[in-house]
Nanobody, 118 residues
């Protein structure tokens, strides 16, 4: 059974930084594209960033480009999202998932809450 576990969220002031982690149980990262998604209060879950199986191709939503960096460590079976220059609009629950390009596939983890105060 595949389980994805997100961590690293928290409360931060605008302009601050956080680093999210996504660890997998029952799934080896290396053969898969992976991605981050977020769901703001009262809104649908949306794509944030994706990385291909080798880590050589990264894609970002326009609203995070230049501020967020996605990476993965296949040896540690962990994916990361480095978030800088955070804005209140970045508030939400962040989820990781396997992806097909930027489309999520498979199950979701429980997510990690990110709250950015103004």
């Amino acid at each position: 059974q595949v389980e994805l576990v997100e961590s690293g969220g928290g409360l931060v002031q605008a302009g601050g930084s956080l680093r999210l982690s996504c660890a997998a149980v029952g799934l080896t990262f290396s053969p898969y594209d992976m991605g981050w998604f977020r769901q703001a209060p009262g809104k649908e879950r949306r794509f944030v960033a994706a990385i291909n199986r080798s880590g050589s191709i990264k894609q970002y939503a326009s609203f995070v480009k230049g501020r967020f960096t996605i990476s993965k460590d296949n040896a540690r079976n962990t994916m990361y999202l480095e978030m800088n220059s955070l804005e209140p609009e970045d508030t939400g629950v962040y989820y990781c998932a396997r992806t097909n390009d930027i489309i999520p596939v498979g199950s979701w983890g429980q997510g990690t809450q990110v709250t950015v105060s103004s």
